[in-house]
């Protein structure tokens, strides 16, 4: 798991610092070993990009596939990203449909080959999470309690 150093994309909006996302990636996974968070793209100054990330994986991990995961939301934006071209040919893209979400292959992009990985997904989003917290309303049912102060400290009212 890798979050975001600089998002590019999400300019002018209120996010979590990078030192934010990494303790929240951290205390999600923690107690997972199946599941390294690396620092690659914080330790990387200005905006970050996922190819950029890729090479480098590429670079310090040669004996590892790696998969970009995707939910719908970001799947409709990816033709915007940087390089895009080259990172769809170097990476497989794994889209994550929500319960009851159905595909509608007007949103895949043409010349991207995505893998459809459906599950026992919760119908959340970090955008709800977002808003309730804003709100004050109750997520506890929505955020792991190990990370819920952070959360609520970065995005509370």
Not at 6 to 27: D, Y
Not at 31 to 39: A, F, R, S, T, W
Not at 122 to 131: A, Q, Y
Request: charged share 25%; glycine share 8%; aromatic share 4%.
């Amino acid at each position: 798991m890798i979050p975001a150093g600089n998002p590019w994309q999400k300019e002018g909006q209120l996010v979590a610092t990078s030192g934010q996302r990494l303790e929240m990636c951290r205390l999600a996974t923690s107690g997972n070993p199946k599941i390294e968070v690396l620092d690659i793209e914080i330790n990387r100054s200005g905006p970050t990009y996922s190819i950029e990330t890729v090479l480098e994986l590429e670079k310090n991990f040669p004996a590892f596939e790696f998969s970009l995961v995707l939910g719908t939301d970001a799947l409709k934006n990816i033709m915007t990203w940087h390089r895009v071209d080259e990172l769809i040919k170097k990476i497989e893209v794994l889209q994550l449909l929500r319960s009851g979400e159905k595909i509608n292959s007007a949103d895949i992009p043409v010349g991207i080959d995505i893998k459809i990985v459906e599950g026992a997904m919760l119908d959340i989003s970090s955008t709800l999470i977002r808003e309730k917290v804003a709100k004050n309303a109750d997520v506890s049912e929505l955020v792991d309690s190990k990370i819920l102060n952070l959360v609520k400290g970065i995005y509370g009212a």
